[in-house]
């Protein structure tokens, strides 16, 4: 019995997972005090793959906690340069409560239970999102995308992380069927 294609086939299944893990956020924007060596270690992935990058913004913003703290990630994740397009990170805290949106600050210490976690059709998205876990979820709901102005079909991945929820998402332009429009 030879044990050559086994260790090889071990050895290219070692050698992907080395470049899987060496990569980095090529294609997220930089900046000096997030990208550190310690925030940076991450796979590569690009915008095309909406799915991805929104993975990617979460796992990036869970780095700089660990590796900065927790006032160092809101002070970034409250700023208007940890915006990405439509991608954003926010965070709600171990009450549930709103501490890190960009692209909103006036919704800073909402409740994730109350009218911030519900969308336009009355779907309670925030139960859905308080409901995350360590491994992640998606949770999908309509939502006022900051890009264009709209409400919009929301793709939001978030992760319970120290007892914080961090979570990010992508938008789809979805045509919206409204009362007194039947079959369009």
Excluded at 14 to 40: K, N, Q, R, T
Excluded at 99 to 126: E, K, Q, S, W
Excluded at 141 to 170: A, C
Aim: hydrophobic residues 40%; charged residues 20%.
């Amino acid at each position: 019995m030879c044990k050559r294609p086994i260790l090889s086939r071990l050895a290219a299944v070692l050698a992907a997972a080395a470049i899987f893990v060496s990569g980095c956020y090529h294609h997220l924007p930089f900046h000096p005090e997030m990208d550190s060596p310690v925030v940076m270690q991450c796979r590569q992935v690009s915008k095309a793959d909406r799915a991805g990058y929104t993975v990617a913004m979460v796992e990036r913003a869970m780095r700089l906690y660990d590796a900065r703290g927790r006032e160092a990630m809101l002070e970034y994740y409250n700023s208007a340069e940890s915006v990405d397009g439509e991608w954003y990170v926010f965070v709600f805290d171990e009450n549930e409560k709103l501490i890190a949106l960009a692209v909103n600050p006036d919704t800073l210490g909402a409740d994730l239970r109350g009218d911030t976690g519900v969308d336009f059709t009355g779907y309670r998205h925030g139960e859905a999102i308080a409901g995350a876990t360590a491994e992640g979820m998606w949770v999908d709901y309509f939502f006022l995308n900051p890009v264009t102005g709209t409400q919009e079909w929301k793709h939001s991945w978030v992760v319970r992380h120290d007892g914080l929820i961090f979570g990010s998402g992508w938008y789809q332009n979805l045509p919206v069927w409204t009362q007194g429009e039947p079959g369009k």
